[in-house]
Antibody
Framework: QVQLQESGPGLVKPSETLSLTCTVS????????WSWIRQPPGKGLEWIGYIYYSGSTNYNPSLKSRVTISVDTSKNQFSLKLSSVTAADTAVYYC????????????????????WGQGTLVTVSS | DIQMTQSPSSLSASVGDRVTITCRAS??????LNWYQQKPGKAPKLLIY???SLQSGVPSRFSGSGSGTDFTLTISSLQPEDFATYYCQQSYSTPVTFGQGTRLEIK
């Protein structure tokens, strides 16, 4: 079955850019939507955005000015960049597959998430 | 953004109990409501999608109901492995949003 694994630095300095990669195994990244979700320690879940394998994106407006999600189909990976980070960006970052429906040759996101990666803690600190 | 409010925020129950968790949306979301279970140090796991559809592999003691603004997650007979935090999530519109979570603890 499809498995997802996040990777990237666990410590980022304030004002710098957080960069994470999610590697998809056990299936192709093509024809699906893929998402990033984060969870500050001891708090709830916040959706960051999603990307379609073709490259189209949808971001949370609260983060849109700082977020870039990209996809590399040749590596079966998608990535997150979050710029100008502060301590408030300290969180466990999860990647997840977005459920989809397809009709007439087009697919669209249902916007629930399964499966998820195990998550990676990113701490913003000098 | 659509606000999701869960109640209660925490709940103590015993093995074998029937438990209900409620989720309310700030506007009508039809049946675009999903439930997740999260255990400490683990990623959330999808339990229920589209308000009442059981995700493959999830035990049948879990069920969901509701539409519009009010939804419930019911666990018919609590098992030891069910003690966790539960989140609702609306998929009616982006940005998708989650409830604040309900922590289910052993009494």
């Amino acid at each position: 079955q499809v498995q997802l694994q996040e990777s990237g630095p666990g410590l980022v300095k304030p004002s710098e850019t957080l960069s994470l990669t999610c590697t998809v195994s056990g299936g192709s990244i093509s024809s699906y939507y893929w998402s990033w979700i984060r969870q500050p320690p001891g708090k709830g879940l916040e959706w960051i955005g999603y990307i379609y394998y073709s490259g189209s994106t949808n971001y949370n407006p609260s983060l849109k000015s700082r977020v870039t999600i990209s996809v590399d189909t040749s590596k079966n990976q998608f990535s997150l960049k979050l710029s100008s980070v502060t301590a408030a960006d300290t969180a466990v970052y999860y990647c997840a597959r977005v459920a989809r429906g397809c009709s007439g040759g087009s697919c669209y996101p249902y916007n629930w998430f399964d499966p998820w990666g195990q998550g990676t803690l990113v701490t913003v600190s000098s | 953004d659509i606000q999701m409010t869960q109640s209660p925020s925490s709940l103590s129950a015993s093995v074998g109990d029937r438990v209900t968790i409620t989720c309310r949306a700030s506007q009508s979301i039809s049946s675009y409501l999903n439930w997740y279970q999260q255990k400490p140090g683990k990623a959330p796991k999808l339990l229920i999608y589209a308000a009442s559809s059981l995700q493959s592999g999830v035990p049948s003691r879990f069920s969901g109901s509701g539409s519009g603004t009010d939804f419930t997650l019911t666990i018919s007979s609590l098992q030891p492995e069910d003690f966790a935090t539960y989140y609702c999530q609306q998929s009616y519109s982006t940005p998708v949003t989650f409830g604040q979570g309900t922590r289910l603890e052993i009494k």
